[in-house]
């Protein structure tokens, strides 16, 4: 693998961030199940194959770019280069309140995965979490987001939670997905 260099990203990269904002595709997504009664309440995930591969195209509206902006203003977000070229991004934000470092978004460009290089980008945040105060870092998937709950669960994380109307059907083109919450502790 060529030389890599983690380094902060600025305002004026915000075009170069957006552009690695593309989506995923699995031929395996995770239904989820409810069922509640007064006495208990059971929700599970279970891993299926699907007969056409789900494709989930992420856009980056004017509403996103904003969030975006003001992420870039914190202290939490970073490229991956090589040379130049961005190659991986995330952003992130400390919440002191309950010392959890919120990862939004985590991207590295097709092209670069499995090199190695998601490791050492979320290796890299989860030492800025800690060196924040942090007590746990927190993502944020799909629970059709198959290849990114394996790529976290690689790294440590483990499912905490589920949201099973985070996500709002008339604002976004999201179908059945549930948001699935992965935490690693970091103390």
């Known amino acids: 693998m060529s030389e890599i260099e983690i380094r902060p990203l600025k305002l004026s990269d915000l075009l170069a961030v957006a552009r690695?904002?593309?989506g995923y595709s699995t031929h395996e997504i995770y239904v989820v199940e409810k069922q509640e009664s007064p006495e208990q309440?059971?929700?599970?995930l279970r891993l299926e194959a699907v007969p056409e591969p789900y494709t989930r195209e992420f856009t980056t509206d004017e509403e996103t770019m904003a969030i975006y902006r003001d992420l870039l203003r914190g202290d939490y977000?970073?490229?991956?280069?090589?040379?130049?070229?961005?190659?991986?991004?995330?952003?992130?934000?400390?919440?002191?309140?309950?010392?959890?470092?919120?990862?939004?978004?985590?991207?590295?460009?097709?092209?670069?995965?499995?090199?190695?290089?998601?490791?050492?980008?979320?290796?890299?945040?989860?030492?800025?979490?800690?060196?924040a105060g942090a007590r746990v870092v927190l993502v944020e998937t799909q629970n059709t987001n198959v290849p990114a709950?394996?790529?976290?669960?690689?790294?440590?994380?483990?499912?905490?939670?589920?949201?099973l109307s985070y996500y709002d059907p008339e604002s976004l083109d999201?179908?059945?997905e549930i948001a699935v919450f992965m935490k690693r502790h970091v103390e």
Request: with cysteine.
């Open 77 to 131: 977000c970073f490229g991956v280069y090589k040379g130049e070229q961005l190659v991986a991004i995330t952003m992130a934000e400390y919440h002191a309140w309950n010392r959890t470092f919120w990862i939004w978004e985590f991207h590295v460009e097709e092209s670069h995965r499995g090199q190695g290089i998601g490791r050492q980008l979320m290796e890299f945040m989860c030492h800025q979490a800690y060196e």
């Open 41 to 44: 309440t059971v929700v599970s």
């Open 20 to 22: 690695l904002v593309v």
């Open 149 to 163: 709950i394996r790529f976290y669960r690689a790294l440590g994380f483990a499912i905490e939670g589920l949201d």
């Open 174 to 176: 999201v179908g059945d």
